[in-house]
Structures are given as structure tokens and as C-alpha cells.
């Protein structure tokens, strides 16, 4: 397995400069964030929008040259958005991720199937179904695959509500009987399924042929928090995110499991850890720190 991480953690280090860290510092691969880019936004987001072939083969070649694999490019927004034009506008802006995947050579494309926040999880479910069987049609004529992210969004954009509904395995397996194809699959984060209760060993072996990327972040949970005013609290305060090896995840039987599976591609960290946020450096740390854990348990 190689280890990488997703670029959207940083705040200010130039995209070029991330990907020459990473290879100076035992990372094998690189998840490019692809947000939309926006004036005065940030520096490290991968701009698909005006990708063509000479800009790509010399990212392509800045990796390379870095011993970086681009693993996965990552664009979480909400493609069923009440509101019509936006949700157009992230549909329109998945093509271009498409597009740029098959650019690099990058087989994955990694995003959310999202909500409808005017209908209930199903009806947003019968209502994904069309808009990505054309999605997982586009990605497929370019040789790429659909990795959905199995964040919830409890509380995106509404209070209480769950903003991606593909955040269990039962919608998971609802959507893969409805989009029976081999490209349509996971970006497989057991640290959301932790603090839901499920089971994230069991998911791994359900669900194993459609895992095509995996996000290693860890959870941790305070007791006390839940004791006190429950699981549903506005805010989320009774967990928070860690790097790999600071939350309850017990990373060296889900590797082993994955590996069983079959899985054995990049474990990438989606940094969202607050104690080593707040500057790039401390972000730099987080990543090494998850790095070396990770080394000292993957094949």
C-alpha cells in the first residue's frame, strides 16, 4: 500500500510546494482537492477548469519527478442541491474533475452523492439515480471511476439533517443495486461510520470489490460530552476528528482487513485533526505523525 494524503488541508502552501513535500517526506501519493477556484481563494486547490494537456503533462511530470502517484481527485459539493443552479453548477463542475482525471491517468474521481434537503433520504436517493448513472456513463467512456465519500453532513447546510446520504451501508447497497456498474464505488472513510455505531470492519468485508480508495482518519469520541446532552446535540461536539493512531479506530485489523479484501492501493489522510491545524506547520506535523503510524502497520 502507498501513503498519501488530500492537499485541501493546506491553507497557503502553493499546490506545486505541497506535492514537492510530500515527496520529500516519505509520502507516496497526493488526493488533489478540485473545488471551483475562486479570486483571493485558496493557492492549493487543483484548477480543473482550465486544465489542458501541456498544463497536465507538466504536473504529471512535477509528480513524477517527486516519486508522487495522484491517487484520487476529491470534489465534495451537492449535485442535489434544492436549489437548481447550484446543484447544475456542481454536476457541470464533476464533468471538468472528470475530465482532468483522465488528463493525469488518475482513475478516481471522489465526491458526494449529497441531498435534497427538501426530501427525505429516499426520495433524494430515487432522485441521485439518474444523475449518476449519466455521471458514471461520462466517467466511464474516459476509463474512471466514481468513488463516493460516506460522509454524513449531519447539520449541511441543515440543522439536524443529514447533508450526503450515502453516510451507511444500507444506502450503499441500495445505490449499487440501482447503478450496477464497475465504476461506481468508495472512497471508504471508517472514521464516519465510528461514530454512528456501524460496524467498519463488517462494511470492509460487504463492500470490499467496490472500496476503491480509502481515507485513514481516525475518531475520537468524549464520553463525558455524550453522558451529558446525548448524540443529536447541534454541533457535534461529543467527537472530533484525529490523525491515524489518536482515535479509536483499530487501524492495524482494518488495514489487515482491507488488504484481505483485496484492497491494496493508497491509505490517503483527510487531515482534519484541530490540534494540529491552525498553520501549515502544524498541518506538516499532523501528516508526518500519521505517516510514520501508518508505516509501522501497512504492507
Known amino acids: 500500500m502507498k501513503l498519501g494524503f488530500l492537499t485541501a488541508c493546506f491553507q497557503s502552501t502553493p499546490l506545486e ?76 463542475h464533476l464533468h471538468k474533475v472528470i475530465d482532468a482525471a483522465a488528463m493525469l491517468g488518475t482513475r478516481n474521481v471522489s465526491t458526494f452523492v449529497g441531498r435534497n434537503q427538501a426530501k427525505t433520504v429516499m426520495e433524494s436517493l430515487d432522485q441521485a439515480v439518474p444523475i449518476f448513472r449519466d455521471l458514471l456513463a461520462y466517467a466511464a467512456d474516459r476509463n474512471v471511476r466514481i468513488a463516493i465519500e460516506n460522509w454524513p453532513g449531519v447539520g449541511w447546510p441543515v440543522e439536524g439533517q443529514i447533508g450526503n446520504i450515502f453516510a451507511s451501508p444500507m444506502v450503499w447497497e441500495a445505490m449499487f443495486n440501482a447503478l450496477p456498474v464497475d465504476n461506481f464505488g468508495l472512497n471508504f472513510d471508517p472514521s464516519h461510520l465510528y461514530w454512528q455505531g456501524i460496524d467498519y470492519m463488517q462494511a470492509v468485508r460487504d463492500f470490499g470489490e467496490r472500496i476503491f480508495h480509502v481515507h485513514t482518519k481516525d475518531t475520537e469520541v468524549f464520553d463525558q460530552a455524550v453522558a451529558r446532552a446525548g448524540r443529536i446535540q447541534p454541533g457535534n461536539h461529543w467527537y472530533r476528528y484525529r490523525i491515524p493512531g489518536f482515535g479509536a479506530i483499530q487501524w492495524p485489523q482494518l488495514i489487515s482487513c482491507l488488504y484481505e479484501q483485496g484492497y491494496d492501493y493508497v491509505l490517503s489522510q483527510e487531515h482534519e485533526d484541530p490540534i494540529y491545524s491552525g498553520s501549515d506547520d502544524k498541518v506538516r506535523a499532523g501528516l508526518t505523525l500519521g505517516r510514520k503510524y501508518l508505516s509501522l502497520i501497512s504492507v
Open 17 to 92: 510546494d505541497v506535492v514537492r513535500w510530500a515527496g520529500a517526506n516519505g509520502f507516496q501519493a497526493i488526493e488533489l482537492s478540485c473545488a471551483p477556484m475562486v479570486p483571493g481563494g485558496r493557492s492549493n486547490q487543483f484548477d480543473v477548469a482550465n486544465l489542458n494537456a501541456e498544463r497536465a503533462a507538466a504536473f504529471k511530470e512535477l509528480c513524477a519527478s517527486c516519486g508522487i502517484e495522484i491517487s484520487c481527485l476529491t470534489y465534495c459539493d451537492n449535485p442535489l442541491d434544492t436549489d437548481g443552479a447550484k446543484a447544475q453548477a456542481v454536476i457541470s
